[in-house]
């Protein structure tokens, strides 16, 4: 059982990797940015694509596609009622999106009439990591109340991010939070990472990260025209 186990994870990571590839590539081709958030739950990642999203809608066309466990539309619908267009995935109790449900998702999409396509994965720090999606950038998003151990306990989904988002940054000085010793484990990951310190609550840090990211669409844009 153990032996035929490693095989098994290879072979669906593998055909995982291949649709991720051929979701990269009709992106590129359409010249739309995507981004894959993940987070534990409760972090704040819809809050932050919310935030995003008013800092941006008005230069940039976009659309977010969004996972959950349960059958329910909840974040999805308040995307929409933002005027912004939301796919739901519905994993059926699996604890990360994976390529097929996101090229799903895309057929969905009007991709000759976007910019950007923001992907919020499930709530999880362990299984997202491993399951390629065919976007531009990964991102994190931490919280100050998850506390400042999480780059030690969950490495591997760090090691692959191109930004770390540190929520909740107003809570600070009320929570026993180091962020010394946070951002060293970060780097120690994962140096090159750009790292934005955020409050989704009083907006602090929404934007700057708003103008980072609007860079990389154009920087993208540009390079495939």
């Known amino acids: 059982m153990t032996a035929r186990r490693v095989p098994i994870v290879e072979k ?9 590839k051929e979701n990269e590539e009709l992106l590129n081709r359409a010249r739309v940015y995507s981004l894959n958030i993940m987070a534990s739950p409760g972090a704040g990642k819809t809050s932050l694509i919310l935030q995003t999203i008013q800092q941006i809608s008005s230069q940039l066309k976009l659309a977010v596609i969004k996972g959950d466990t349960a059958p329910v539309t909840i974040d999805a619908d308040k995307v929409s009622e933002c005027g912004i267009l939301a796919v ?11 390529a097929p449900m996101v090229k799903n998702a895309l057929e969905q999409l009007p991709l000759n009439k976007l910019d950007l396509i923001i992907i919020e994965n499930v709530g999880n720090l362990i299984c997202p990591a491993a399951f390629k999606l065919g976007t531009n950038i990964n991102i994190v998003v931490a919280s100050i109340p998850e506390g400042d151990d999480k780059p030690y ?6 090691r692959g991010i191109d930004a770390l988002i540190l929520n909740k940054i107003d809570l600070l000085p009320y929570i ?10 970060i780097q120690a990951l994962n140096p090159h990472s750009q790292f934005f310190n955020i409050s989704c609550k ?24």
């Open 176 to 185: 026993d939070f180091n962020l010394n010793y946070f951002r060293k484990g």
């Open 12 to 20: 669906i990571l593998n055909a995982n990797d291949q649709i991720a």
């Open 153 to 158: 306990k969950y490495p591997n989904i760090y």
């Open 88 to 98: 739901q995935i519905n994993t059926g109790g699996e604890c990360h999106l994976d």
């Open 202 to 225: 009083t907006g602090e840090g929404i934007e700057t990260w708003s103008l980072w990211l609007m860079k990389q669409v154009h920087n993208f844009k540009n390079k495939n025209e």
